[in-house]
């Protein structure tokens, strides 16, 4: 069992950064990959970025790609997702992912574990 807590939604002005973190426990860390999924109001869950294991290799929706970036801490059992260049469309609630794989997934379904959720919003 993995349980994940994510932190650091908040307001936003557009133009703003904020970083997201996601502890994580229950599991060593750093035998799963971890990925950032975000859900808007009245919208499906979509994909935002993903990380391997060692965090060599990491994959962004090209919605965010060059604003955002994933890393990830394995000895504090920690990822996090900096986000810059905020928009309003980047308005959601984000939730971090950990999968018991290997290879890389954009797809929510192949994720094993899911936190809680953290609102970002941002204003115009």
């Known amino acids: 069992q993995v349980l994940l807590v994510e932190s650091g939604g908040g307001l936003a002005q557009a133009g703003d950064s904020l970083r997201l973190s996601c502890a994580a426990s229950?599991?060593?860390?750093?035998?799963?990959?971890m990925g950032w999924f975000r859900q808007a109001p009245g919208k499906e869950r979509e994909f935002v970025a993903t990380?391997?294991?060692?965090?060599?290799?990491?994959r962004y929706a090209d919605s965010v790609k060059g604003r955002f970036t994933i890393s990830r801490d394995n000895a504090k059992n920690t990822v996090y997702l900096h986000m810059n260049s905020l928009k309003p469309e980047d308005t959601a609630v984000y939730y971090c992912?950990?999968?018991?794989?290997?290879?890389?997934?954009?797809?929510?379904?192949?994720?094993?574990?899911w936190g809680q959720g953290t609102q970002v919003t941002v204003s115009s």
């Open positions: 992912a950990a999968r018991l794989q290997v290879v890389l997934s954009t797809r929510d379904y192949e994720y094993d574990y």
């Open positions: 229950g599991r060593t860390f750093s035998t799963y990959t």
């Open positions: 990380i391997s294991l060692s965090g060599g290799t990491r």
